[in-house]
């Protein structure tokens, strides 16, 4: 973005003031159209008062409660998953991809980004998150705005509306507008649960409103418990995709473990074990770091796995592990202990929610009226997690006291043990992590019409949000002490001698949870103070288990402050109508702070092994806008607006107008156009965050995928995006009760800040054939393990070169009235006809519509999405069947297709296809089909004012298109719940 000082501003302002005279005197001949009859409001995208309530020069979608509740929408994240224009929402708790915001719901309109959507309550700016994506997004949690109950519609501004609101308000801006002059009292209880599994919500709310002429107070609270599904109990994987036993292989990093040799056994030292020999033959064979065996006791520890059966083992070095499938080796020392970590995931978080919203209006005179609001949110939600593996492979003495592979030095490849493990080592729940999401909002001002044209509304608003991370991972130096003796919370390394007193051994093999725990076995070559042979317990004890094992507490507070000021009214009168105008200043400060625990700090964890810095920033910003609408006929209207917007520093300022036109020349058709700029600003993350998010990264020399850390880094010089949006449409009532609508867009998005994708930066530092290699990235920004195997990438946050997308959306509406009830017809759709992106930060562009997109930064994009209505209401019986479609996408992870397993060729990202030629994977469009039947009780009866209804969500239990990943389904787009039955009470008073 180019930097535009106040003159500009002006100049653009002068020519907008220009703009507006020069149209008085060629509307001589013109009439006023008589709108008298109607009430002036406000809506979404302006802030000048119009007549002309359902015709406006841009497209704008209003959904009311009956809406909400016909589609089944439980909460906002149900509606925005129905929206045909919305792309990539993160709505599912994805603990591959999404490792922050579990327990959050947000809005990416058009695909661009979840900052590129503008959320808004009452028309006033609502506080990001703490919490930032993996890619360091930050955006609204609307899971934390307000009871449902409070809402009384939702107006979404399908367009560019920077000029108007300013930054973020690229792809569009969603308007959630509340009950604020609700009375009486309503209560509500929803109990939703799924059919084939044990989830279940459970909701209640309630609200209540009243006053008098001049005083409106309205409270409404809400409280959700919600249980878990876990990806044990609904597995989503196809038959095809699991291994020997039902199982599934997704990692070889295992508990218990495997071993790399380092040196050879020495047979002599132990002569009970019969395979010694031929593993010292292998090593000598193979060379040191290549011979790779399975924990002895592998498969004796699956046993503890209830949900799999195991048939008897011959070989003792082909076993598994809990949750691991056995492996491929026929014979010898082939095989591998592996692991299923996917198991131990959940779908759905166990969950509470508590919310609440209370507003005040008191009315002192026409000329001043006090509002002011009060919303608060406490999320609370528990995700599983698998205990996580070891970055690193550790060490083993070749005199350690449990190494059954006696005399040989080793590298232990396996997991920490993990917080929710007990002295018997299993639980289904090895590694819980919660998350604790509270967010307080303020928001009071005065608005009053200064005459019978002009009104003026100032504001203040407050906003906090603060996240609180608990989660678990092996201690690096800590876990390392206890391998060697010098373990314990009152052992002192520098003077303790191994395995005495309080010092104590960690056991990594499967005997350290599986022999007796009385079981104990000479520490060699160590003697008490009385000359007396050491022992150490076989079995890991809590205290050992405790001492390696930490706590990662990511803590995360978000500020916002908005003044806000706007007066607007009619300046004069047009042969056509009067002139409106309206003008306004905004003054923002934004504050973001994170604070990570001192072993992350130090990056002293066996998994999330990179340091991370906590952080504090602030930034303020300033803004004058202005905008016009000019009736140049009475069947053609002009607006215009532009906005200067100043953050300092290296983002500077900038200038974004927007103009519209819409041209009804019959009283049953209208046609609007507009072009509008619009930027956003760098969040204060990118530019000064540091976060570390742990992801399944590439190995450009193999094809493995192995998880690992990825430490992202801010980049203060980062330039703000910019777009150029463009729309033109119509709206057409040719006959009573018929609705159509279609608009074409266009969004050409610059300067795009995107992370580094790690396979990027694992390319350029370890290929040497790649056209941007850089040895010395290696050892900086690209670690590998003692075995070579990539361990860690540190990226950081760019601008790449741009979005271009365009497409259709398009609705038909129809109401038809008779003697037996109302019947209504509807279908709506989005059809994505472009979406060029950048790979990375390099020029190759592709195509990325129709695309899963996992492998760079766009949001899945299916090239059409629609939903279909069909519904009849008589009386108080109302019926509605409720049809969702998603076009199939391509998987540009993984290559294959079908129901089978995929060809381990890898996919290029730039070709769009996979090495030799091979078409990436196909994931199958998916229609799901909802039903809902509902009774009002009307106004007379014991029973007035009740409504009950019944429904399901996706009736036929159709489930989501299986994606060859840890969660099976792509957690961006598709629901993994299947078939849900809904009750919903309604009481009125």
């Known amino acids: 973005m180019k930097k535009i000082d106040a003159l500009k501003f002006g100049t653009a302002l002068a020519s907008l003031s220009f703009a507006t005279l020069i149209a008085a005197p060629s509307l001589a001949q013109q009439s006023v159209a008589d709108d008298a009859g109607l009430e002036e409001i ?30 089944g929408a439980a909460d906002i994240a149900d509606l925005t998953n129905t929206l045909t224009i919305n792309s990539g929402a993160q709505n599912n708790p994805d603990a591959f991809t999404q490792n922050l915001t579990t327990g959050t719901e947000s809005i990416n309109l058009r695909g661009l980004g979840l ?135 997704s990692s070889i990093t295992s508990t218990p473990g495997n071993f790399i040799f380092l040196s050879p056994p020495i047979p002599q030292l132990n002569p009970s ?37 195991f048939a008897p083992l011959q070989d003792p070095f082909l076993g598994t592990g809990v949750n691991i499938a056995l492996p491929n080796g026929t ?52 995700r599983q997690t698998s205990n996580f593996p070891i970055i690193n492979p550790l060490f083993i003495a070749p005199n350690n006291p449990f190494n059954p592979f006696t005399g040989a030095a080793l590298f232990f490849v396996g997991r920490s043990p993990g917080s929710g493990q007990v002295d018997d080592f299993f639980t289904n729940d090895p590694n819980p992590n919660t998350f604790a999401h509270n967010t307080y909002r303020i928001n009071a001002g005065m608005r009053g019409d200064i005459s019978e044209s002009w009104y003026y509304d100032v504001s203040y608003t407050r906003g906090i949000n603060d996240y609180r991370l608990n989660s678990s991972d092996g201690l690096d130096l800590q876990t390392n002490l206890a391998l060697n003796g010098l373990g314990g919370q009152n052992c002192n390394p520098a003077t303790g001698t191994p395995g005495v007193g309080n010092c104590f051994f960690y056991n990594p093999f499967g005997s350290g949870f599986l022999a007796d725990p009385s079981a104990t ?30 706590d990662i507490n990511i803590e995360g507070d978000s500020d916002l402050t908005v003044l806000d000021g706007v007066i607007a009214g009619k300046a004069f009168d047009l042969p056509a109508g009067p002139l409106g105008v309206a003008f306004g200043f905004q003054y923002r400060d934004d504050r973001l702070a994170q604070d990570q625990d001192d072993n992350t700090n130090r990056g002293n964890f066996l998994f999330v092994t990179a340091p991370v810095e906590d952080f504090d920033r602030s930034r303020d910003v300033y803004a004058l806008f202005a905008e016009t609408q000019i009736p140049v006929t009475e069947d053609l209207e002009i607006s215009a607006a532009v906005r200067f917007e100043d953050y300092g520093g290296s983002i500077g300022d900038s200038v ?61 010089e980062l330039a703000p995006e910019e777009s150029t949006n463009f729309n033109v449409g119509f709206t057409a009532t040719p006959i009573a009760g018929l609705e159509l609508n279609v608009d074409f867009w266009q969004f050409d998005f610059d300067d795009i800040i995107i992370r580094q994708q790690p396979e990027e930066v694992a390319r350029r530092a370890l290929i040497e054939s790649d056209p941007n290699f850089d040895p010395t990235l290696l050892g900086r920004d690209v670690v590998l393990g003692p075995t070579g195997g ?106 294959g297709g079908g129901d089978s397993p995929a060809d381990f060729s890898s996919p290029n990202p730039e070709t769009l296809l996979c090495d030799g030629g091979l078409e990436f994977a196909k994931i199958k469009s998916h229609t799901t ?60 008073f």
């Open 42 to 71: 406000t809506v979404t995208g302006s802030y000048i008062r119009s007549p002309r309530q359902s015709e406006r020069p841009s497209p704008i979608s209003v959904i009311g409660q009956d809406d909400m509740r016909e589609i």
């Open 115 to 249: 900052a590129s959507t503008l959320v808004l309550l009452n028309g006033k700016r609502q506080v990001s998150s703490a919490a930032p994506t993996d890619e360091g997004i930050l955006f609204v949690d609307t899971a934390s705005l307000i009871p449902m109950i409070a809402l009384e519609r939702t107006e979404i501004f399908k367009d560019g509306a920077a000029a108007i609101y300013g930054s973020d308000a690229v792809a569009g801006v969603v308007n959630f507008i509340t009950r604020s002059k609700f009375e009486g009292l309503e209560l509500k209880g929803e109990w939703q649960g799924n059919t084939e599994h044990s989830q279940n919500d459970l909701k209640v709310e309630g609200i209540i409103g009243g006053g008098n002429d001049r005083t409106h107070v309205v409270v409404a609270a809400s409280y959700l418990d919600r249980t878990s599904l876990t990806t044990r109990e609904r597995d989503l994987r196809p038959e095809a995709f699991r291994g020997v036993n039902g199982q599934s292989v």
């Open 273 to 309: 074990n019969p395979d010694l020999p031929a593993l010292a033959a292998l090593f000598g064979a193979l060379g040191q770091g290549n011979l790779v065996v399975p924990d002895p006791q592998c498969a004796e520890a699956a046993q503890f796995d209830d949900d799999v059966e």
């Open 331 to 382: 014979g010898g020392f082939n095989g591998t202990c592996q692991f299923d970590f996917a198991r131990d995931f959940n779908h759905v978080p166990e969950e509470t929610r508590l919310q609440g919203y209370a507003s005040l209006t008191h009315e002192f005179s026409e000329a001043a009226e006090f509002y002011g609001e009060f919303t608060y949110a406490r999320n609370r939600a528990t």
């Open 521 to 550: 076995v000479p520490v060699p070559g160590v003697l008490d103070a009385q000359g007396n042979q050491v022992f150490a317990p076989v079995r890991n004890s809590s205290d050992v288990l405790d001492f390696i094992t930490g």
């Open 656 to 716: 974004d107008p927007r103009v519209a036109v819409l041209y009804t020349p019959t009283n049953w058709l209208s046609v609007r156009g507009s072009f509008s700029t619009a930027f956003r600003a760098p969040s204060i993350f990118q530019q000064f965050g540091n976060q570390t998010s742990l992801n399944s990264v590439e190995d450009p020399r193999d094809g493995g995928q192995p998880f690992i850390a990825i430490n992202t880094v801010g980049n203060e």
């Open 790 to 895: 990539l361990a860690f990438v540190r990226t950081q946050f760019v601008n790449a070169a741009g979005i271009k997308t365009n497409g259709v959306d398009a609705s038909v509406n129809y109401d038809y009235d008779t003697n037996i009830g109302t019947f209504r017809a509807g279908i709506e759709g989005t059809y994505v006809n472009k979406y060029r992106a950048p790979v990375g930060v390099g020029e190759t562009i592709i195509d990325a519509a129709g695309l899963r997109n996992s492998q760079n930064f766009a949001a899945p994009i299916p090239e059409l999405r629609f939903n279909a209505t069909l519904g009849y209401r008589n009386g108080g019986h109302n019926f509605v069947t409720f049809v969702r479609h998603t076009d199939s996408l391509k998987d540009d992870q993984n290559c």
């Open 929 to 988: 089909v909802d039903m809902q039947y509902g009774y009002s009780f009307g106004e007379y009866g014991p029973l007035k004012g009740a409504s009950i209804t019944i429904g399901a969500i996706n009736l036929f239990d159709n489930a989501p298109p299986f994606v060859n990943t840890d969660a099976g389904f792509e957690t961006r787009t598709h629901d993994p719940r299947g078939r849900m039955a809904y009750v919903r009470l309604i009481s009125s």
